[in-house]
């Protein structure tokens, strides 16, 4: 057992001890014990149920930031099932506005087909005082670029990539492993058996597209030419909640560009499902150059000015995030 979480345990232990005392003192002097006991109890639930974790630095701490406290809202959950797939009028039409359909599916009929294809399970609700869950957010900037940051990103319990995100011939800057690799239709890459999909859809076609790219290969084109089929353990495909997109667009980045980057989906995603990220490829290089860590000319990428992103509004969010320690950033070169 490590020393922290042992300090953690003595410390509960010496904050029971003292409600105990406290509970029997006053039951004892005043009568009435079950009130005392309620009020003990009720200390020790408000103790636990902060989601404190294993780690050294927690996502939730006790002494919550007011800034992130506003933003952050647990009962939203990054992933669709069933269950939370019935989308309100409000969040729907927002999500098929983002890339408008012109004669888009039943939605309904498409997710229960789709429930048919890939898992319905709830996950990453887990979090406990016993769980450390160490994440890497791993970007696509050039200044990952002689990092050398492979065996730390490796490292982590949870490793999440982006797009087309390649990492063979960059494994020392990069690392090798991949547990979640985040896209959409047109970003779509093979993956390997034990890779995790995550996709994020924008509209009703995407469920559509990744259903035929599981089974019949039929969907070649949504508003470009996509893979028809992709290499992806079905058994390992998650998507995006809209209800969720939607929450990281109004909540975090206060409605700023016309939608959120992968990137700053997959950070929030890992806010919710980790207990400690660490974000690597974020931001321009040293010399502000905004390009992708696998591209040799450094003007050939300028993914900061897509015209649908606000890159810098995310990018000083993710900055404030840092700041006030609720992820780590490594800068790169």
């Not at 639930?45 to 952050?72: I, R, V």
């Not at 990453?124 to 730390?152: F, I, Q, W």
């Amino acid at each position: 057992m490590s020393l922290h979480k042992r300090r953690k345990i003595r410390t509960f232990a010496l904050l029971f001890c003292i409600i105990t005392f406290t509970t029997f003192l006053f039951s004892y002097t005043f009568g009435d014990p079950s009130l005392y006991f309620k009020h003990a109890f009720r200390l020790s639930d408000s103790f636990l149920s902060k989601g404190l974790c294993a780690c050294h630095q927690c996502m939730m701490e006790q002494d919550e930031d007011p800034w992130f406290a506003e933003h952050f809202n647990q009962s939203v959950h990054p992933l669709m099932t069933r269950e939370n797939s019935v989308l309100s009028d409000e969040t729907f039409k927002w999500w098929q506005w983002l890339q408008s359909e012109s004669q888009p599916a039943n939605f309904s009929e498409v997710v229960e087909e789709l429930f048919q294809v890939v898992p319905d399970e709830v996950l990453y609700v887990d979090a406990s005082p016993e769980r450390c869950r160490t994440c890497a957010v791993v970007g696509n900037s050039g200044n990952l670029k002689g990092t050398h940051y492979g065996p730390l990103i490796d490292s982590m319990d949870f490793i999440i990539r982006m797009n087309q995100a390649p990492t063979s011939g960059f494994e020392e800057d990069v690392g090798t492993r991949t547990t979640h690799h985040v896209m959409y239709p047109e970003s779509a890459t093979d993956l390997d058996n034990t890779t995790i999909l995550v996709l994020i859809p924008f509209k009703i076609l995407d469920l559509q597209w990744i259903i035929s790219a599981l089974t019949t290969g039929t969907i070649k084109y949504t508003y470009v030419p996509v893979p028809p089929r992709i290499k992806a353990n079905r058994d390992k495909v998650l998507i995006y909640n809209p209800t969720f997109f939607k929450y990281v667009y109004e909540s975090w980045l206060e409605g700023h560009g016309r939608y959120p980057s992968t990137g700053f989906l997959s950070l929030l995603f890992a806010i919710h499902i980790c207990d400690e990220v660490n974000v690597f490829g974020f931001g321009a290089d040293r010399n502000g150059n905004w390009h992708h860590y696998w591209e040799k000319n450094h003007l050939a990428g300028a993914f900061r000015h897509t015209g649908v992103h606000d890159g810098d509004h995310e990018y000083n969010v993710t900055l404030l995030l840092a700041d006030k320690h609720k992820i780590q950033m490594f800068r790169g070169r």
